[in-house]
C-alpha cells in the first residue's frame, strides 16, 4: 500500500453555496502514474467528480489543471513531477469561471482565438493545386502552428486574469504570430492594425508563465515580441 | 482593437516605445545624479545651484522630469487599469494621476528657472 493525499477543489453550482476542497487517500501500489490516472481512481470513490479528458496523451488538450500551483496536462504528467511532501492539490485552471468541480468554461479563451482570426486571408486568386511554401518559410511557423490550445499558458497569466475580454493572452497571440508569419497569408495589415492597441498585445508584461507552463514547450513571449517588432517597423 | 481614451498615446505601441524611451532616459539622470553626488562628497550649495545654474542641466533635468510624469502615467493607468474594475472609480483615480503629473511638470518647471 502507497497512498497519496489528494486534495480536489469540488464545486457543484446546483447543491452547494460556495467552492471547497476534499481530500482523498489513492493507492497508487507504488507505481509512479500520471495525474489523470490518479483523478480517474478518484473517480472510482467518488463517481459525482467531473473533469474532462480525451486522448490521455497530451494530444486533444482538454486535460488542463492546476497541479500543486502550476498548470499542465493531467495525462502528461506524472506525480512524481509536482507532488511535494506525499500531497497533491487539484485545481481547476485559475481565472476562468467553473461550471462544475475542475471543468472551466473557455468561453473567454475561445473568444479570443476567434478574435485573432485564425485562418489564412488571401487575396489572389486560388492557384490550380496547392499554395506553396519554401522549406524556410514552412519553418517560420515550427514553434507556433504545434499549439494544441489547452489554456494552460493563458490561465497562467495575471493580465489575461484581469482583463480576459481585452487581452488576447498568450494563446490567442502565438496564433496571431503564427497567421502573421505565414507567407502565404495577406491580411499581414489588417492583423496589425487590429492589435495596436494598448490591450491586445501590450498587456503583455513578459513575465513568462506562460513558457514556464507549456505542455509543448512553446514559447508565446517570444511570438508577442515578434509581433511588436511587426508592429514597430510597420509604424516608424 | 480595444478602444481606449485616457492612456498617454491613445495606441498600445506608441505607450509601449514611450515607456521603454522614457526608462532609458530616468536611468541616465539617476547614473548622473548618483554618480555626481560620489564625486563631490563635500557638497555645499553653491556648488549644487550652480549645477543647476547651466543650460543644459536643466534641459537634462526636464527632459527628465517629462519622462518621469509619461512613465507614470502610462504605468499607472495600466496599473489602474488592471486592478480597478468600478468604471467612476477608475476614471476618478486616472484623472487624479494624470492632474497630479501637471502639477509636478508646471512646478519643477518654477523650480529650474525660478529663482
Known amino acids: 500500500m502507497s497512498m497519496l493525499n489528494v486534495s480536489v477543489y469540488r464545486y457543484n453550482p446546483e447543491t452547494d453555496d460556495k467552492p471547497y476542497m476534499q481530500d482523498f487517500q489513492v493507492d497508487t501500489h507504488g507505481r509512479d502514474l500520471m495525474v489523470l490516472n490518479v483523478i480517474q481512481l478518484i473517480q472510482e470513490q467518488d463517481p459525482s ?4 479528458r480525451s486522448c490521455r496523451e497530451g494530444v486533444c488538450g482538454s486535460d488542463g489543471l492546476n497541479m500543486n500551483g502550476k498548470n499542465g496536462l493531467t495525462c502528461v504528467t506524472a506525480v512524481s513531477e509536482v507532488t511535494k511532501n506525499g500531497k497533491l492539490t487539484l485545481r481547476p485552471l485559475p481565472g476562468l469561471p467553473v461550471i462544475r468541480d475542475l471543468v472551466v468554461d473557455m468561453a473567454l479563451f475561445y473568444h479570443q482565438y476567434e478574435r485573432i482570426q485564425p485562418y489564412l ?60 508569419a505565414d507567407s502565404r497569408d495577406d491580411a499581414t495589415s489588417e492583423r496589425l492594425a487590429g492589435l495596436d492597441d494598448p490591450f491586445s498585445v ?35 | 482593437m480595444v478602444t481606449n481614451v485616457t492612456n498617454l498615446g491613445r495606441s498600445g505601441l506608441s505607450d509601449w516605445l514611450v515607456q521603454r524611451a522614457s526608462a532609458v532616459i530616468l536611468a541616465l539622470y539617476t547614473v548622473f545624479i548618483v554618480g555626481y553626488l560620489l564625486l563631490h562628497p563635500q557638497l555645499d550649495y553653491l556648488t549644487w545651484s550652480g549645477l543647476f545654474e547651466r543650460t543644459s542641466m536643466r534641459v537634462f533635468t526636464l527632459l527628465a522630469l517629462l519622462s518621469i510624469a509619461a512613465h507614470a502615467w502610462i504605468g499607472l493607468w495600466t496599473v489602474v487599469t488592471d486592478y480597478i474594475k468600478w468604471t467612476n472609480l477608475r476614471l476618478a483615480l486616472q484623472a487624479f494621476v494624470i492632474l497630479a503629473l501637471f502639477v509636478f511638470v508646471v512646478w519643477s518647471v518654477q523650480v529650474l528657472w525660478g529663482a
Do not use: H
Open chain 1, 202 to 236: 501590450f498587456r503583455c508584461r513578459g513575465i513568462m508563465n506562460c513558457v514556464n507552463v507549456c505542455p509543448k514547450g512553446l514559447n508565446p513571449t517570444r511570438a508577442i515580441g515578434k509581433i511588436r517588432e511587426m508592429l514597430m517597423s510597420n509604424a516608424t
Open chain 1, 49 to 52: 467528480l467531473a473533469f474532462r
Open chain 1, 121 to 180: 486571408q488571401t487575396t489572389g486568386p486560388a492557384p490550380a493545386i496547392e499554395r506553396l511554401q519554401s522549406p524556410e518559410e514552412r519553418d517560420k511557423l515550427d514553434g507556433l502552428y504545434e499549439c494544441i490550445l489547452c489554456a494552460c499558458c493563458s490561465t497562467s497569466c495575471p493580465s489575461f486574469w484581469w482583463n480576459p475580454d481585452k487581452f488576447v493572452g498568450p494563446a490567442g497571440l502565438l496564433q496571431a504570430y503564427r497567421f502573421l
